[in-house]
Each structure stands twice: as C-alpha cells, then as structure tokens.
Nanobody, 128 residues
Framework: QVQLVESGGGLVQAGGSLRLSCAAS????????VSWFRQAPGKEREGVSCISSTGGTTNYVDSVRFRFTISRDNAKNTVYLQMNSLEPEDTAVYYCAAHRYTACPSAFAVVDKHVDVWGQGTLVTVSS
C-alpha cells in the first residue's frame, strides 16, 4: 500500500521545537520531491517547505524561513521538518506530500502541483 505517514506533532510552548517526520511505505521517495503543507483552523492550506529528491534544493514560505529546516534521508525513506522558535501562528495540521517529479514544482513558492501521495496529517499546537 502506497502511503505517507506523518509523526512528531504535539503540544509545545511558544519558542519551543518539534521535528516532524514523513515516512513513505509501498514506494521509494528517491525520485520524488516532497513538500510540507499546513492548514490552520478556518484557513486555507498553505505550502510550508519543499525539498528536491536529492535534497539539493529547498524552498520555504517566508513566514518559516530561518526557523524551519527541511531535510531527507532517502536510506530511511523519510523526510523531516525541524521546527524551531515555534509561534502560536504555527498551530495547524501539517501534511507531507510526494510530488510526481524529482524537482519541487516551483522555485518561488511551495505549491501542491503534481502531488501523487498525501499523508494523513499530524497536529501541531503551539501555546502562548
């Protein structure tokens, strides 16, 4: 069964850190760019970060740049999102998505184009 499973969400105080994981099963992530998205209550889904299949290219939405770091370990078939200096505004359900191609679909934004597989999401709650 082809799937992505996110983990690592939880409740954290403002200023704290969390590391999200996105583990693939039933297929290899080696040839897929992977993005993280988030959706806060009452808001539209927002692209957070994308990493190319080799990890050589990454991009971020401005609101998380320099606080969040995306990385991947293809040997473990897993992509990570290290989130530091968390703010209440980061509260959301975080989803990972595997794109059809090796490159992120945009060099200028994190977009949900050419997504082949979505994860089920993990909740991140940041208290003030």
């Amino acid at each position: 069964q082809v799937q992505l499973v996110e983990s690592g969400g939880g409740l954290v105080q403002a200023g704290g850190s969390l590391r999200l994981s996105c583990a693939a099963s039933g297929f290899t992530l080696d040839y897929h760019a992977v993005s993280w998205f988030r959706q806060a209550p009452g808001k539209e889904r927002e692209g957070v970060s994308c990493i190319s299949s080799t990890g050589g290219t990454t991009n971020y939405v401005d609101s998380v740049r320099f606080r969040f770091t995306i990385s991947r370990d293809n040997a473990k078939n897993t992509v990570y999102l290290q989130m530091n200096s968390l703010e209440p505004e980061d509260t959301a359900v975080y989803y990972c998505a595997a794109h059809r191609y090796t490159a992120c679909p945009s060099a200028f934004a994190v977009v949900d184009k050419h997504v082949d597989v979505w994860g089920q999401g993990t909740l991140v709650t940041v208290s003030s």
